[in-house]
T-cell receptor, first 111, second 114 residues
Framework: TQLLEQSPQFLSIQEGENLTVYCNSS?????LQWYRQEPGEGPVLLVT?????EVKKLKRLTFQFGDARKDSSLHITAAQPGDTGLYLC???????????FGQGTELSVKP | SAVISQKPSRDICQRGTSLTIQCQVD?????MFWYRQQPGQSLTLIAT?????????ESGFVIDKFPISRPNLTFSTLTVSNMSPEDSSIYLC???????????FGQGTRLTVV
């Protein structure tokens, strides 16, 4: 069974601070995705990483895919209150392409 | 991409009753997925709804409790049957478009069973 361990589960920081969220597995994934979800809405795709060692940047967000394609990280620079939300990593399983989600990281950025 | 309309957005239901949630997609998709999410927590896959065949259920979920319809390539329904307070949760439908696994979600249905 493929599992994704996401940490931390909760993060409360002040505006302007940096943070990193981790997503780890003992299994290899062909790709990993990061989603952000706000209350009352469904998750929205932020990025997909496919190649081992890949780094993608989306404004203040930096996403990395581990060389072995078993782990990924999301780094936010100078967090803002608008970054508040639930961040989810997800990987496609080896059978049928179903997504396996990590436990999620509830981020709160205080002004 | 895909735009998904899910309804109702929320409901409060009496225990023992059933609720049907609808999911409409703006394009034809092969597979649609139904998830359950406790507030602030991650998503648990209930089943995969395939057009033209029975839904495939994940461990811990059964058809009698969560019957699913998939009459065409743009629409699906999930029914939560004989509800109890433990069924209070957010239910989300999702689709994957094209050849990749990137998912698009409806806005969810927040269900409270009293």
């Amino acid at each position: 069974t493929q599992l994704l361990e996401q940490s931390p589960q909760f993060l409360s920081i002040q505006e302007g601070e940096n943070l990193t969220v981790y997503c780890n597995s003992s299994s290899v994934f062909s790709s990993l995705q990061w989603y952000r979800q706000e209350p009352g809405e469904g998750p929205v795709l932020l990025v997909t990483v496919v190649t081992g060692g890949e780094v993608k940047k989306l404004k203040r967000l930096t996403f990395q895919f581990g060389d072995a394609r078993k782990d990924s990280s999301l780094h936010i620079t100078a967090a803002q209150p608008g970054d508040t939300g639930l961040y989810l990593c997800a990987g496609a399983d080896n059978q049928g392409g179903k997504l396996i989600f990590g436990q999620g990281t509830e981020l709160s950025v205080k002004p | 991409s895909a735009v998904i309309s899910q309804k109702p957005s929320r409901d409060i239901c009496q225990r023992g009753t059933s609720l049907t949630i609808q999911c409409q997609v703006d394009s034809q998709v092969t597979m649609m997925f139904w998830y359950r999410q406790q507030p602030g927590q991650s998503l648990t896959l209930i089943a995969t709804a395939n057009q033209g065949s029975e839904a495939t259920y994940e461990s811990g979920f059964v058809i009698d409790k969560f019957p699913i319809s998939r009459p065409n390539l743009t629409f699906s329904t999930l029914t939560v049957s004989n509800m109890s307070p433990e069924d209070s949760s957010i239910y989300l439908c999702s689709v994957v478009v094209g050849g990749n696994t990137e998912a698009f979600f409806g806005q969810g249905t927040r269900l409270t069973v009293v």
